[in-house]
């Protein structure tokens, strides 16, 4: 299997709008974290472990944006 190119994308959010989608994505993680521990399917599981890493990068992304931007 070949490497899938990645295509960056850049959206602009207001400082809230930043908030409230990291605040959004830790819930999230928290409830997927659950449904790790509960899953059986070795496959399953893998796909929600990729999903949780990915959505913890976009985090600390908005964490970091947000951190640069402080008031």
Not at 15 to 34: G, H, N
């Amino acid at each position: 299997m070949g490497k899938q190119k990645v295509e960056a994308m850049q959206i602009e959010l207001s400082r809230e709008e930043a908030e409230l989608l990291r605040d959004r994505l830790q819930q999230q993680v928290k409830e997927l974290d659950k449904e790790i521990n509960r899953t059986e399917s070795r496959e399953f599981k893998r796909a929600l472990q990729a999903d949780d890493r990915a959505m913890e990068r976009i985090i600390g992304r908005l964490a970091v944006a947000l951190e640069e931007r402080r008031e």
